[in-house]
């Protein structure tokens, strides 16, 4: 059974830090890509940054790129999010997704991830 269990979200000031951490369970961690996406209230959910599972590439949504770093840990079995340069616009509840059939085109895609954690909430003041 496949779990996803996100945490470190939380109430930070506008160019302030968080990272955020997601342990999984249930899945041969180095063969499945990770992801991150996140929803805003009153908005659609959109993604964040992903980590393949093969070529260990990473990507990255506009908005985040150069603030936001994903890195998996293998031995522990977890991926996390390291925010810098928080902004207003980054409030948001934050989830993590997985799955081990991604290819490199669909790592941006919410219908390639089958498996979600419940999400943590993110947010920044300014």
């Known amino acids: 059974q496949v779990r996803l269990v996100e945490s470190g979200g939380g109430l930070v000031q506008a160019g302030g830090s968080l990272t955020l951490s997601c342990a999984t369970s249930?899945?041969?961690?180095?063969?499945?890509?990770m992801a991150w996406f996140r929803q805003a209230p009153g908005k659609e959910r959109e993604f964040v940054a992903a980590h393949s599972q093969r070529s260990g590439s990473t990507v990255y949504a506009d908005s985040v790129k150069g603030r936001f770093i994903i890195s998996k840990d293998n031995a522990k079995k977890t991926v996390s999010l390291q925010m810098n340069s928080l902004k207003p616009e980054d409030t948001a509840v934050y989830y993590c997704a997985t799955s081990g059939t991604v290819i490199t085109s669909q790592l941006r895609s919410q219908s390639a991830y089958g498996y979600w954690g419940q999400g943590t909430q993110v947010t920044v003041s300014s």
């Open positions: 249930g899945v041969t961690f180095t063969r499945y890509a």
